[in-house]
C-alpha cells in the first residue's frame, strides 16, 4: 500500500453549529486516536485535498501520512462518514500507527475463477464468508484478497486454513471457518427440480383420472336402468 500524504491541522471547533460553519469554509471535520499518548486528538483537513488523495482508493483501511504544520504522523483511514445526498465527505476518524508495528484489520474476500464443480459437475458455487481479519505492518496492507476457486470441486469447501494469502499476513480468523462451498444441485434450496422427479407427479395422477371416469361411467348406467 502507497502512503499518501494528507495536510491537516488541529481542529478546535466543536458541536454541531461550529462543525457546521467549518465545513462551509471547504474543510472537513476529523479525528486521531492516538497511540503513543493515547486519547483524541481533533483535527480538520482541505476537502478538496483529501478528496483528490483518495481518488481511486477502494479499501477500507488506508494508509496516510498526516502532515500536521510540517510534522507527519502516519495513521490508518478507519472511517469516513459521507453526506447522504450529495456523497461526500463530511467526517474522517483516523488512528495513529507504527510502520514498524502490525495492525490487526479486517479485508475482503473475492472469488476468482470457475469451480470445478460448477463448470463440469453442475453445482452451485456459494460463498459463505466475505471477509478475513488479518495481522499486518501497515505497509503491507491490501485492498482485497483474490482466492482462486478454480479447483474445487462437487461437495468440497474452502475453508480459512486452506488461504494461500502470503507470508506477510497472520491470519487471526478460525482456520476451520468456511469461506466457501461447491454444492450440488439438489442440495441446493429452490434449484429446479430433475425432469425425472418433475414428470413423476404427473405419472402418479392417471390412475386417479381412470379411476373418477369409471365411477361417472357407472352414475350414468345406473340413471340408464332407472329410466
Known sequence: MNQIKIKAEPRTEQGTGAVRRLRRTGMIPGSVMKMKKGGTELIKLPEHDFMMAMRGRTGKQVLVSLDMGGKEMSALLREMQNDVLKGTPIHVDFSEVSLSEKVRITVPIYLVGEAKGVKIGGGVLEQTLR?????????????????????LDLDQTLFVRDLALGDKYTVTTRGEV?????????????????????????????????????????AADKKEEKK
Open 131 to 151: 471477509t478475513v481479519d488479518i495481522d499486518v505492518l501497515p505497509a503491507d496492507i491490501p485492498e482485497k484478497f483474490d482466492v482462486d476457486v478454480s479447483a
Open 178 to 218: 468456511p469461506v466457501a462451498v461447491v454444492k450440488a444441485p439438489d442440495a441446493v434450496p429452490g434449484a429446479t427440480p430433475a425432469a425425472g422427479a418433475a414428470a413423476a407427479p404427473a405419472e402418479a395422477a392417471a390412475p386417479e383420472v381412470i379411476k373418477k371416469g369409471k365411477e361417472e361411467e357407472a
